[in-house]
Nanobody, 124 residues
């Protein structure tokens, strides 16, 4: 599956943003989808994932603020980000995999398909 992330931008602290991850291919509905983020000079970090067929997990840093969802009819997954903070500034990537176990979800090396990143900058 090929992925394309979009929706990033420059926003002020406390505001919201929704990222989209659009997939091509027929396996999206049976794929787990995850969001990761990376800042310059740092490792890529897990943000959120919806594991097929439906369990959801979040990094502690975004729990209660971010919501991951998917719309299989549109081959699209979303990351709704509320109450954004300057520390959320990063390049955000979406990833997909047709076979990933729960314990492997936070490990970026276990995801098979990646989209290009979309920059999110939170600044006043």
């Amino acid at each position: 599956v090929q992925l394309q992330a979009s929706g990033g931008g420059l926003v002020q602290p406390g505001t919201s943003l929704r990222l989209s991850c659009t997939a091509s291919g027929r396996t999206f509905s049976r794929s787990s989808v995850g969001w990761f983020r990376q800042t310059p000079g740092k490792e890529i970090d897990f943000v959120a994932a919806v594991r097929y067929p439906g369990s959801i997990s979040y990094a502690d840093s975004v729990k209660g603020r971010f919501t991951i969802s998917r719309e299989n009819a549109k081959n699209t997954a979303y990351l709704r980000m509320n109450n954004l903070k300057p520390e959320d500034t990063a390049v955000y990537y979406c990833a997909a995999s047709t076979s990933i176990i729960s314990s492997a979800i936070p490990d970026p090396n276990r995801w098979s398909s990646w989209g290009q990143g979309t920059q999110v900058t939170v600044s006043s």
